[in-house]
T-cell receptor, first 110, second 116 residues
Framework: AQRVTQPEKLLSVFKGAPVELKCNYS??????LFWYVQYSRQRLQLLLRHISRESIKGFTADLNKGETSFHLKKPFAQEEDSAMYYCALSPNQAGTALIFGKGTTLSVSS | DVKVTQSSRYLVKRTGEKVFLECVQD?????MFWYRQDPGLGLRLIYFSYDVKMKEKGDIPEGYSVSREKKERFSLILESASTNQTSMYLC???????????????FGAGTRLSVL
């Protein structure tokens, strides 16, 4: 079955601490993976995608096909990173929808 | 800049009412989606459409229907609203074509529906 798992509902860290938001997926083909973010009172928006291999707002994510993971990392958390983060998978087939995890709330405090 | 507009930010309806949630996108996207967002449950797909007049059931279609008569507009209909449909509803659109924006979903601001 196609599935995206985010094991943590809530992750609380102090400002300046490293952050890792976990994402594991179950899919037999070659998926495309995304991280979406929703800041307070803002719409859900794309943070990054694995094919771009770029760093956005200091966040990076590497697709590990062996471990079927796509963890989101940032070396030094900032208070403005506090938000809800969703990992999502695209089956890369026409006429299909993204499969979202249940989300992780990141809380960064000073 | 892609724009997905949902007609209402907040709606309050009574049990049994027929409710229409409207969504319009301005990027000529083929795909459009309706989700509901609930704490602890994440985003759950209700319906999606990959072309005009085409629709596919998502994970939780019961109690909902959709309409897509024009490419830019995708409507979610609650035939007879119930209290368990109180939620945040998100509309999204995407293009399955080639290029940098392939498969990226763009979201509306959401409609918070309360059914009393």
């Amino acid at each position: 079955a196609q599935r995206v798992t985010q094991p943590e509902k809530l992750l609380s860290v102090f400002k300046g601490a490293p952050v890792e938001l976990k994402c594991n997926y179950s899919y037999s083909g070659s998926p495309e993976l995304f991280w979406y973010v929703q800041y307070s009172r803002q719409r859900l928006q794309l943070l990054l995608r694995h094919i771009s291999r770029e760093s956005i707002k200091g966040f990076t994510a590497d697709l590990n096909k062996g471990e079927t993971s796509f963890h989101l990392k940032k070396p030094f958390a900032q208070e403005e990173d506090s938000a809800m983060y969703y990992c999502a998978l695209s089956p890369n087939q026409a006429g299909t929808a993204l499969i979202f995890g249940k989300g992780t709330t990141l809380s960064v405090s000073s | 800049d892609v724009k997905v507009t949902q007609s209402s930010r907040y709606l309050v309806k009574r049990t049994g009412e027929k409710v229409f949630l409207e969504c319009v996108q301005d990027m000529d996207h083929e795909n459009m989606f309706w989700y509901r967002q609930d704490p602890g449950l994440g985003l759950r797909l209700i319906y999606f459409s990959y072309d005009v007049k085409m629709k596919e059931k998502g994970d939780i279609p019961e109690g909902y229907s959709v309409s897509r008569e024009k490419k830019e507009r995708f409507s979610l209909i609650l035939e007879s609203a119930s209290t368990n449909q109180t939620s945040m509803y998100l509309c999204a659109s995407s293009s399955p074509g080639q290029g940098g924006s392939k498969n990226i979903q763009y979201f509306g601001a959401g409609t918070r529906l309360s059914v009393l």
